[in-house]
């Protein structure tokens, strides 16, 4: 309590400290137009002040104001999604309204994007010192029609991130060789009090405007984001209309085999009625059988076939003015299978998994429901020139697993979690000089994480483990002559962790092997801190480097329900601290944009998964893991668009603990952490009423490791064969409102084995990937 009580008056003395320190002087009106290179309106641009969070979103004819603004010389910029960015400098030494216009070009180039989710304040991609990948909305549309499963999107188009795992979770997609963090609207909807690989699946991509994945251990958002996080923004209307509206209907299956056809359906309405604005939207997908290129039914265990799947989701905004706003965000997403087919075991690396007619045990899996709700008052000048962003949130996730052999009665395990949080982020700008200024962001965060595994028959597996954190941090942002800038940053963690009372599963009839555990409270208390350096001068050459820190109590659920002791105090749960060391560019020349990064992460402590007497434990290893990413993308010509990204990761483990990593017993990392070198290339034409899209996706070959004296690879060790597959997406606008796509998955039929079917080494998990697939769409939007 002593520390909580130091960390809030630290807190507060910081606040007014830099607002009695910082705070100027405000006058001035600036208002103009944005407009594109054709002289045509750029409807809700986003406008804001340079180094702070003075800001407005132009309305439906591109028209914009800016009040309250600093005397003396300002930089305004411009921006807008698929557009450069363009900054303007205007002098304000009177009250009086000036005006300043903008015209954007159309770019294709990353460092013209603006996000978030780095420093929860709005900043551009070329001031940002860190590897940042935004899927934006137009990469969103293209891959949905390919496959609307959001983890397929992500695969393809994230450099750093693992290939699709084709099934409900997303066990073995790391990021970085590392776990990460999923967000919707900065709402987490990971569980690293027990990791279920089930947060990437947790939204329908209908309703994402676009994705921001920060990459590289952060903690700017807690626990759990060692090799970094994923945010999912939803939609805000993109109208000045009082109601529009989307509406889409499509028919899904196999070219191959019966049963296969599935259907999808959505609505969306949107619109602004004075200074209220809404989106209000609906999904409803039912998947047929899902089977592989030679017409085989895929083993239905964690399959996405035979599924419903459900999203609905609102978000509502009330303007009081130019500078306040509430909004209220809704989601919810359901995915639950009901399959006519039980598994078969295949051969290992011979023949596949299978499903095959018949009665499956237990009840329906997938995720029952996951809830998510987020109430957020915005206020861009509350005092002085101070920004303010509050918001409370909830979410709650059940989700269901496959019946499992691997404990004594088998059965299914299911679990829980519930999360409530409140977070306080304020903003405050500075300028000491022309050639020096920045903005301090600074703020709390307090979460309530409630969390347990329990099998359906009643059992408990992982008891309800109750984390409360308290965690406030500070950001200070320079720049320096207006081209480098300097971010760092401290977070202070304070964990309180109540775990109740319990016992171990059985490992034989009559409770044999069970063993009570006395549960207690566990403290946890850690600084992270960030640095990173960026010099944006030149668009032809970005350069960064950059050192972050991630805390996390990762998966300590596995550990609970592994216990061989009596006592919570009494087993390893120290938690996970990861050092990242990056350096990287961005280069926009003309038609060419490239991007690339190396990156080293150490921890003295990881989680690495092994199976030891039929029981998944965590490695607790002291380990390394690095590797480089590169991004390419070409504007051939003005509809055509050309690029690719390349990444690799490798990560060893120190067995003996010298500290060397190279020792005769130290080992590589298992592939359910690293994942094979990937190529992701796409060709994009959109030209008139017509667009298509042409990718590939390669994932590299990776065999590590050797069977064990019995000939068996264990859980994660297995070789890794290389695949690939090609996709294609075909649009055309039948008239201005009307449009008809055709997406082809796995385009030539092509016959593999996803990784995560290769490294899991069993008979029972050996499955191959899907057949060709195909999803025709009509949308209407009005």
Request: hydrophobic share 35%; net charge positive; aromatic share 12%.
């Given at each position: 309590?002593?520390?909580?009580?130091?960390?809030?008056l630290?807190?507060?003395?910081?606040?007014?400290?830099?607002?009695?320190?910082?705070?100027?002087?405000?006058?001035g009106?600036?208002?103009?137009?944005?407009?594109?290179?054709?002289?045509?309106?750029?409807?809700?641009?986003?406008?804001?002040?340079?180094?702070?969070n003075?800001?407005?979103t132009?309305?439906?004819?591109g028209?914009?104001?800016?009040?309250?603004?600093?005397?003396?010389?300002v930089s305004?910029?411009a921006s807008?999604i698929?557009?450069?960015?363009?900054?303007?400098?205007?002098?304000?030494?009177?009250d009086?309204?000036q005006?300043?216009?903008?015209?954007l070009?159309e770019?294709s180039s990353?460092?013209?994007?603006?996000?978030v989710?780095?420093?929860?304040?709005?900043?551009?991609?070329?001031?940002t010192?860190?590897?940042v990948?935004v899927v934006?909305?137009?990469?969103?549309?293209?891959?949905?029609?390919i496959?609307?499963n959001?983890?397929?999107?992500?695969a393809?188009?994230?450099?750093?991130?693992?290939a699709?795992?084709?099934?409900?979770?997303n066990?073995?997609?790391?990021?970085?060789g590392?776990?990460?963090?999923?967000?919707?609207?900065?709402?987490?909807q990971?569980t690293p009090?027990?990791?279920?690989?089930?947060?990437i699946?947790?939204?329908?991509?209908s309703?994402?405007?676009?994705?921001?994945?920060?990459k590289?251990a952060?903690?700017?958002?807690g626990?759990?984001?060692?090799?970094?996080?994923i945010n999912?923004?939803?939609?805000?209307?993109?109208?000045?209309?009082?109601?529009?509206?989307?509406?889409?209907l499509?028919l899904?299956?196999?070219?191959?085999g019966?049963?296969?056809?599935?259907?999808?359906?959505?609505?969306?309405?949107y619109?602004?009625?004075?200074?209220?604005?809404?989106?209000?939207s609906?999904?409803?997908?039912?998947?047929?059988?899902?089977?592989?290129?030679?017409?085989l039914?895929?083993?239905?265990?964690?399959?996405?076939?035979?599924?419903?799947?459900y999203?609905?989701?609102?978000?509502?905004?009330?303007?009081?003015?130019?500078?306040?706003?509430?909004?209220?965000?809704y989601?919810y997403?359901s995915s639950?299978?009901?399959?006519?087919y039980?598994?078969?075991?295949g051969v290992?690396?011979?023949s596949?998994?299978?499903?095959?007619?018949?009665?499956?045990k237990?009840?329906?899996e997938?995720?029952?429901?996951?809830?998510?709700?987020?109430?957020?008052?915005?206020n861009?000048?509350?005092f002085g020139r101070?920004?303010?962003?509050?918001n409370?949130?909830?979410?709650?996730?059940w989700?269901?697993y496959?019946?499992?052999?691997?404990f004594?009665?088998?059965?299914?395990?299911?679990?829980?979690?519930?999360k409530?949080?409140?977070?306080?982020?304020?903003?405050t700008?500075f300028?000491?000089?022309?050639?020096?200024?920045?903005?301090v962001?600074?703020g709390?965060?307090?979460?309530?994480?409630?969390?347990e595994?329990n099998?359906?028959?009643g059992?408990v597996w992982?008891?309800?483990?109750?984390?409360?954190?308290?965690?406030?941090?500070?950001?200070?942002?320079t720049?320096?002559?207006?081209?480098?800038?300097?971010?760092?940053?401290l977070?202070?963690e304070?964990i309180k962790?109540n775990?109740?009372?319990?016992?171990?599963?059985a490992?034989?009839?009559g409770?044999?092997?069970?063993?009570?555990?006395t549960?207690?409270?566990?403290?946890?208390n850690?600084?992270?801190?960030?640095?990173?350096?960026r010099?944006?001068?030149f668009?032809?050459?970005?350069?960064?480097?950059?050192?972050?820190?991630?805390?996390?109590?990762f998966?300590?659920?596995?550990?609970?329900?592994?216990a061989?002791?009596n006592?919570?105090?009494?087993?390893?749960?120290e938690?996970?601290i990861?050092?990242?060391?990056e350096?990287?560019?961005?280069?926009?020349?003309?038609?060419?944009?490239?991007?690339?990064?190396?990156?080293?992460?150490?921890s003295?402590l990881?989680?690495?998964?092994?199976?030891?007497?039929?029981?998944?434990?965590?490695?607790?290893l002291?380990?390394r893991v690095?590797?480089?990413?590169?991004?390419?993308?070409?504007?051939?010509?003005?509809?055509?668009?050309?690029?690719?990204?390349?990444a690799?990761?490798?990560?060893?483990?120190?067995?003996d603990?010298?500290?060397?990593f190279?020792?005769?017993?130290?080992?590589?990392?298992?592939s359910?952490?690293?994942t094979?070198?990937?190529?992701?290339?796409y060709a994009r034409?959109?030209?008139?009423k017509?667009?298509?899209?042409?990718?590939?996706?390669?994932?590299?070959?990776?065999?590590?490791f050797k069977?064990n004296?019995?000939?068996?690879?264990?859980?994660?060790e297995?070789p890794?064969?290389?695949?690939?597959t090609?996709?294609?997406?075909?649009?055309?606008?039948?008239?201005?409102?009307?449009?008809?796509?055709?997406?082809i998955?796995n385009l030539?039929?092509?016959?593999?084995?996803?990784?995560?079917?290769?490294?899991?080494?069993t008979?029972?998990d050996?499955?191959?990937g899907?057949?060709r697939?195909?999803n025709?769409?009509v949308?209407?939007?009005?």
């Open positions: 309590m002593k520390t909580r009580l130091q960390l809030i630290f807190f507060a003395a910081s606040i007014c400290y830099f607002n009695l320190v910082i705070a100027q002087p405000v006058s009106v600036v208002r103009g137009t944005v407009k594109d290179n054709n002289k045509q309106p750029v409807p809700f641009a986003s406008v804001i002040v340079k180094g702070t003075i800001g407005t132009a309305n439906g004819d028209i914009y104001r800016l009040g309250n603004l600093p005397k003396g010389n305004i910029r807008f698929g557009y450069t960015i363009q900054d303007k400098n205007i002098t304000l030494d009177s009086r309204e005006n300043l216009d903008f015209e070009k770019s990353q460092l013209d994007e603006v996000i989710s780095a420093g929860r304040r709005v900043e551009s991609l070329a001031e010192p860190s590897s990948t934006n909305a137009k990469e969103i549309s293209a891959l949905s029609t496959s609307p959001i983890a397929n999107i992500l393809f188009s994230v450099p750093g991130l693992g699709s795992t084709n099934q409900t979770g066990s073995g997609q790391t990021l970085r590392r776990n990460l963090l999923v967000l919707i609207d900065g709402i987490p990971s009090l027990r990791a279920g690989g089930r947060d699946r947790t939204i329908d991509p309703v994402v405007e676009r994705v921001e994945v920060i590289g952060t903690a700017i958002y626990n759990g984001a060692d090799g970094g996080l999912y923004i939803t939609k805000t209307p993109k109208t000045d209309q009082k109601i529009g509206g989307y509406s889409q499509s899904t299956g196999n070219t191959r019966d049963s296969t056809l599935g259907f999808r359906a959505s609505q969306q309405l619109g602004r009625i004075a200074r209220f604005d809404y989106v209000v609906g999904m409803y997908e039912k998947t047929g059988v899902y089977r592989d290129p030679k017409g039914v895929i083993s239905p265990d964690y399959g996405l076939g035979e599924t419903k799947i999203n609905a989701f609102a978000k509502v905004g009330y303007n009081f003015n130019g500078s306040q706003r509430i909004e209220a965000m989601n997403y639950n299978q009901h399959s006519a039980i598994a078969k075991a290992y690396r011979q596949p998994a299978i499903g095959v007619w018949g009665i499956r237990g009840i329906d997938g995720t029952r429901y996951n809830h998510n709700a987020n109430i957020q008052y915005t861009k000048n509350i101070t920004s303010l962003s509050a409370v949130y909830l979410q709650d996730f989700t269901v496959s019946n499992s052999e691997s004594f009665g088998s059965g299914q395990s299911a679990i829980i979690s519930t409530k949080g409140f977070r306080l982020n304020l903003n700008p300028a000491i000089s022309s050639k020096l200024s920045g903005d962001t600074y709390v965060d307090i979460l309530n994480d409630k969390t595994q099998l359906v028959d059992r992982v008891p309800r483990i109750s984390m409360n954190n308290l965690a406030p941090y500070a950001q200070l942002t720049q320096w002559f207006n081209y480098l800038n300097l971010k760092t940053g977070r202070a304070n962790m775990i109740a009372d319990y016992a171990t599963l490992t034989g009839p409770g044999a092997g069970s063993i009570d555990v549960g207690g409270k566990l403290d946890y850690a600084f992270v801190f960030n640095a990173g350096l010099y944006s001068k668009k032809r050459f970005n350069p960064f480097v950059s050192y972050s820190q991630s805390f996390s109590i998966d300590l659920g596995r550990i609970l329900r592994a061989n002791e006592t919570v105090a009494g087993l390893q749960t938690p996970i990861v050092n990242n060391y350096v990287g560019f961005s280069s926009a020349l003309g038609p060419l944009s490239v991007s690339a990064a190396y990156y080293y992460s150490t003295k990881g989680s690495n998964l092994l199976l030891v007497d039929g029981k998944y434990v965590a490695e607790r002291p380990e690095w590797g480089y990413e590169m991004q390419v993308d070409y504007q051939v010509t003005t509809g055509l668009v050309v690029g690719g990204n390349y690799f990761v490798e990560g060893k483990g120190d067995k603990g010298d500290g060397n190279n020792g005769p017993t130290d080992k590589y990392l298992n359910n952490r690293i094979p070198a990937k190529i992701a290339t034409y959109n030209k008139g017509f667009n298509a899209d042409l990718n590939w996706l390669y994932v590299g070959k990776r065999d590590r069977p004296e019995k000939g068996v690879y264990p859980i994660g297995g890794i064969e290389s695949y690939n090609f996709n294609l997406s075909l649009g055309y606008k039948v008239t201005e409102n009307l449009k008809a796509d055709l997406g998955e030539l039929n092509t016959v593999y084995y996803p990784s995560i079917a290769q490294f899991y080494g008979a029972i050996y499955r191959r899907n057949g697939r195909f025709l769409t949308g209407y939007r009005f």
